[in-house]
T-cell receptor, first 114, second 114 residues
């Protein structure tokens, strides 16, 4: 069965610190991968996505993620976080052939201290 | 281009009642999916509709049902509400039946069961 694991449930960083959020997925076929962000009181927004090609993808607001197929991972990174990055981050898989649904991880709450 | 619209934004219901939530997808999007978001559980997939047909269903009891209309608008119904149904219910729309596509989320309906 498809699943997505986010190992860091809560992360607290100071401004300017570097960020890496882990995401591992379980699926036997071709995957499409996403990171979504949910700022306090706002709806889920797409940060970045990977469909194919260059495994290092860049998204909005300076975020990037690297798809490592051999490790079934799609970790999110940002070299220097800002207070405004405080939010909840969700990794997701899908849709893939035959199943048009997105499988989400349980989310990582990031708090950035000013 | 208008985003995904969910109504109402907030609901308070008592145990045993039923509730209907509404979702209007982005114009041109034919796939609508519903998710339940609770702290610690992330987003749990409820079901997906495409062309008025339920294509995928998550692991939720039969009290949770939905439908999609010819204009792609969707409704979700929960009968015999339980306290554990308190959650943020999110609707996502996408082009549907198309690979390499992302989902766009509404702001959700916050359901509180007392």
């Amino acid at each position: 069965a498809q699943s997505v694991s986010q190992h860091n449930h809560h992360v607290i960083l100071s401004e300017a610190a570097s960020l890496e959020l882990g995401c591992n997925y379980s699926y036997g076929g071709t995957v499409n991968l996403f990171w979504y962000v949910q700022y306090p009181g706002q709806h889920l927004q797409l940060l970045l996505k990977y469909f194919s090609g260059d495994p290092l993808v860049k998204g909005i607001k300076g975020f990037e993620a690297e798809f490592i197929k051999s490790k079934f991972s799609f970790n999110l990174r940002k070299p220097s976080v800002q207070w405004s990055d405080t939010a909840e981050y969700f990794c997701a898989v899908g849709p893939t052939s035959g199943t048009y649904k997105y499988i989400f991880g349980t989310g990582t709450r990031l708090k950035v201290l000013a | 281009k208008a985003g995904v619209t969910q109504t109402p934004r907030y609901l308070i219901k008592t145990r045993g009642q039923q509730v209907t939530l509404s979702c209007s997808p982005i114009s041109g999007h034919r796939s609508v999916s519903w998710y339940q978001q609770t702290p610690g559980q992330g987003l749990q997939f409820l079901f997906e509709y495409f062309s008025e047909t339920q294509r995928n269903k998550g692991n939720f009891p039969g009290r949770f049902s939905g439908r999609q209309f010819s204009n792609s608008r969707s409704e979700m119904n929960v009968s015999t509400l339980e306290l554990g149904d308190s959650a943020l219910y999110l609707c996502a729309s996408s082009l549907g039946r198309v690979m390499n596509t992302e989902a766009f989320f509404g702001q959700g309906t916050r359901l509180t069961v007392v």
